[in-house]
């Protein structure tokens, strides 16, 4: 059974910085696409940033220039570099393949205050 645990979401003033991870077990995410994903409260989950095994990455309008996906297929992880954070980025941030096919972790908060 594959499970994902994401980390490293906190409370930020605006323009700070945070670094998110996902950690994968039960299989070898190295094949496959990887995206983060949020979810603000009240609204829809939305796609934030994919990564493809190559490293060639996928950006949301809405954090391009701002934000960085990476990944380290030895470690089985994925990782988010989020900078220059805003208020309007505040979510539960969640990681998953491109087509949402594994099950949801719990993912992990980032609260950004003014």
Known sequence: QVQLVESGGGL????????LSCAASGRTLSSYVMSWFRQAPGKE??????IRWSGGSTYADSVK?????????????VYLQMNSLKPEDT?????????RSW????GTQVTVSS
């Open 91 to 99: 979510a539960v941030y969640y990681c998953n393949t491109d087509g």
């Open 45 to 50: 989950r939305e796609f934030v940033a994919s």
């Open 12 to 19: 930020v003033q605006a323009g700070g910085s945070l670094r």
């Open 65 to 77: 220039g701002r934000f960085t996906v990476s990944r380290d297929n030895a470690k089985n992880m």
């Open 103 to 106: 099950p949801w972790g719990q």
